[in-house]
């Protein structure tokens, strides 16, 4: 799947997750993916925890923050 496809994954609502980005407008925040990811669980275990995500859904979040990266001034981020 493109990376523009898996983006399409990404929602960002005012009325979901206080407007934080969410795997498609479900209450599943990216931050959430990323920082079990980062914990070292497994796709496999993220998918066994969470029945109703995809292995996309990682893969889309994984896009979304590589997207983030390419930001002009990390700085700006790093402010957020």
């Known amino acids: 799947m493109a990376e523009e496809n898996l983006l399409d994954r ?3 609502n005012p009325n979901v997750s206080f ?3 969410t795997i498609r407008n479900m209450r ?7 920082d079990l990811l980062a914990a070292g669980m ?4 993220i998918l066994e925890d969470y029945p ?5 859904d990682i893969r889309a979040c ?5 997207r983030l990266m390419k930001v002009k001034s990390i700085q700006e981020v ?3």
């Open 10 to 12: 990404i929602t960002i």
């Open 42 to 45: 497994t796709n496999e275990e």
């Open 52 to 56: 109703d995500l995809e292995i996309e």
């Open 28 to 34: 599943y925040p990216v931050e959430i993916i990323l």
């Open 78 to 80: 790093k402010a957020a």
């Open 62 to 66: 994984l896009a979304f923050a590589s």
């Open 19 to 21: 407007g934080k980005p």
